[in-house]
């Protein structure tokens, strides 16, 4: 079935939400990586057993460049309640990857109505691990400065192997479609936030998938500074990089269909 298009609105304004599918399990409500877009996941979209799909750019991004700020993570995750809330009926799954994936955290840890699960993708985690120092942070606020920034931050960082030439040219046009202040709240403040106490209250199903070549948040760092602030969460590995949903989306569909299949028992 063919996505469709509506304006949800949120603190400032409204996002543009893309919604296909329908029934088939709980709806699929997605949140992309700093840097990303709804588009990030496209490919494992198309790969999805038939059922309800919800994405949208968040704030200070894409389409929802220009909403106003702030843009920490509590906004973020009130945007994302908000879009739940709104075109979601029944039962739910949260999809987040990377800052998408502790923005997800957050709102589980409100235990909103109809929340079934959460499917954390190469997640940041609760507890920022000791390598997110300063001069680390300060570094990563330039790494979509430019074209040119990007691509070594593609190629050198977030992947583990060449990504074909359009997702590429794909993921440097997202990562530069921001404002300015979305583009440096993650890396400057929004990475080293600690939600351990948040994470803590989550008590719906947790499975998160980690690239084994991730340099951004290798399995090592997941199983010591989010496994113990969700001890019920589930960890696996697959091979790839940090951008999981464009170099490996075969399987990320693949896990989130075997984690919905497992919630309906």
Do not use: N
């Amino acid at each position: 079935m063919p996505e469709s298009t509506r304006a949800v609105a949120v603190a400032g304004g409204s996002v543009t939400v893309r919604t296909g599918g329908g029934g088939g399990g709980p709806a699929l409500v997605f949140a992309h990586y700093w840097g990303g877009s709804a588009a990030t996941w496209d490919a494992v979209v198309r790969r999805l057993p038939p059922g309800q799909t919800v994405r949208f750019d968040q704030r200070g991004w894409g389409t929802s460049r220009e909403l106003p700020g702030p843009y920490d993570l509590e906004r973020l995750a009130d945007d994302l309640a908000r879009v739940a809330e709104e075109c979601v009926t029944g039962p739910f799954v949260l999809v987040g990857h990377s800052m998408g994936g502790k923005v997800a955290q957050l709102v589980a840890a409100r235990r909103p109505a109809g929340l079934a699960g959460v499917f954390l993708v190469a997640p940041a985690p609760p507890r920022p691990p000791a390598a997110v120092t300063e001069a680390y942070r300060e570094a990563l606020s330039h790494a979509y400065d430019s074209p040119e920034s990007v691509g070594h931050a593609v190629d050198r960082v977030l992947t583990a192997g060449p990504l074909p030439g359009p997702a590429r040219e794909a993921v440097v046009r997202d990562s530069l479609a921001a404002s300015a202040g979305a583009r440096t709240e993650w890396p400057l403040r929004g990475i080293a936030q600690d939600i351990t106490e948040a994470a803590r209250r989550i008590e719906v199903p947790v499975a998160v998938l980690a690239g084994r070549q991730d340099r951004v948040e290798p399995p090592a760092v997941l199983r010591a500074c989010l496994l113990p602030c969700v001890p019920h969460a589930t960890l696996t590995t697959v091979p790839g990089g940090h951008l999981l949903p464009l170099e490996a989306p075969e399987a990320v569909a693949g896990a989130l269909a075997g984690f919905l299949a497992g919630l309906r028992g």
